[in-house]
């Protein structure tokens, strides 16, 4: 089923169980906990529980969630609940499914999700996506180029960043995607038909990334070359209109807590590494080094006319316009509705706070 298919699907069971599709339950004021903290005793409405989609990626998002800032910050009257999801695409459905209220997805994904109407905005940019993606092919398959990749099985989470990647490599050297063979495939399913040799080649992001590498791949291309070449790619929250709307405060402080992350990350790579690796499994040198394929922007930077200022809006226009020439969506909205859809006041706030 296509990415759109699944979302409308999703649209319907929503429709359904409408009772199950809000925000992030019932209201109430704020409070502080025992440890004095006021975050949520700044006023106004606070839900009862807000529910995160994040994704093993090496970023700020995995320290907050680590460190547990957002929850110190709430106090203990509003539960925070973190899901665990493999792709952009799969966080969309969920999103569209009432699922979730905040969560991470890619540009590509995010470009999608603005065109067939999900309901979302962007407040925050985990990271401009560096050498943390790209395009690594099996070192004994006689490829290298991008060009000697016509026949072969390339794998990547289809609506993904790295997809978009993918496509727009291909196109640089007047290939498409129906001189491959791509395969859908979430990033720890690469891993495994790359160690059983049912691939070729693969576009993904790191940790697994990393283990492709390290198991004796090639890497062809990144998406920081690409970003040279004016594909740029980014990691993006999303946050739902609903939640957005009615927890503006809420927002608030989960954008302050990722500000603080990006803060340690630039300030104190190690710390922020220990935090990394405990939540992928691997050692702090090699989070250090998977910190290293991505690009941090504190608020204040990202506020500015380079990204949630605009940037990021002509972005995202922009990647909507590629895949629907390729066909991977049916429709283009007008700018405006991307342009609404990047918000920059949170970020703005954040970097006063």
Avoid at 196 to 207: E, H, K, R
Avoid at 224 to 239: F, H, I
Wanted: with cysteine; proline share 3%; hydrophobic share 45%.
């Amino acid at each position: 089923m296509t990415t759109r298919l699944r979302i409308m699907a999703a649209f319907a069971l929503c429709a359904a169980l409408a009772s199950g599709c809000g925000g992030g339950g019932d209201s109430r004021t704020g409070a502080t906990d025992d440890s004095g903290s006021s975050s949520a005793a700044t006023g106004g409405k606070f839900p009862d529980t807000i529910t995160i989609g994040y994704q093993l990626i090496p970023n700020g998002d995995l320290v907050v969630k680590h460190e547990k800032l957002l929850e110190a910050a709430l106090g203990p009257n509003v539960k925070v609940v973190w899901k665990l999801f493999d792709s952009g695409g799969a966080v969309n459905e969920a999103i569209v499914a009432g699922g979730i209220d905040i969560g991470l997805a890619g540009s590509s994904a995010v470009a999608r999700g603005l065109s067939t109407r999900v309901d979302y905005q962007v407040p925050w940019i985990f990271a401009v996506i560096g050498k943390a993606e790209a395009l690594v092919v099996k070192g004994d398959k006689g490829i290298n180029s991008v060009v000697d990749l016509k026949g072969k099985k390339v794998a990547t989470p289809f609506a993904s960043t790295s997809h978009y990647s993918l496509l727009a490599a291909l196109a640089q050297v007047g290939l498409t995607d129906t001189d491959v063979t791509v395969i859908d495939a979430q990033p720890d399913a690469i891993a495994a038909s790359w160690a059983t040799g049912d691939i070729d080649a693969a576009y993904v992001w790191n940790p697994n990334l990393a283990k492709l590498v390290k198991s004796g791949g090639k890497v062809l291309i990144t998406s920081e070359d690409l970003s040279k070449k004016g594909t740029t790619t980014y990691d993006l929250a999303v946050v739902t209109d609903t939640f957005a709307t009615t927890y503006p405060n809420a927002v608030s402080i989960w954008v302050q807590q990722q500000n603080k992350a990006v803060k340690l990350i630039k300030d104190k790579p190690g710390d922020a590494a220990k935090s990394i690796a405990a939540e992928l499994n691997i050692s702090v040198e090699e989070a250090k080094s998977q910190l290293g394929g991505l690009i941090f922007v504190n608020a204040a930077g990202q506020a500015g006319p380079r990204y949630l200022g605009g940037g990021l809006a002509s972005n995202l226009f922009a990647a909507a316009q590629f895949n629907k020439r390729l066909g991977k969506i049916d429709a283009v909205q007008p700018e405006e509705r991307y342009k609404k859809a990047v918000v920059a006041t949170f970020a703005t706030a954040a970097a006063h706070s």
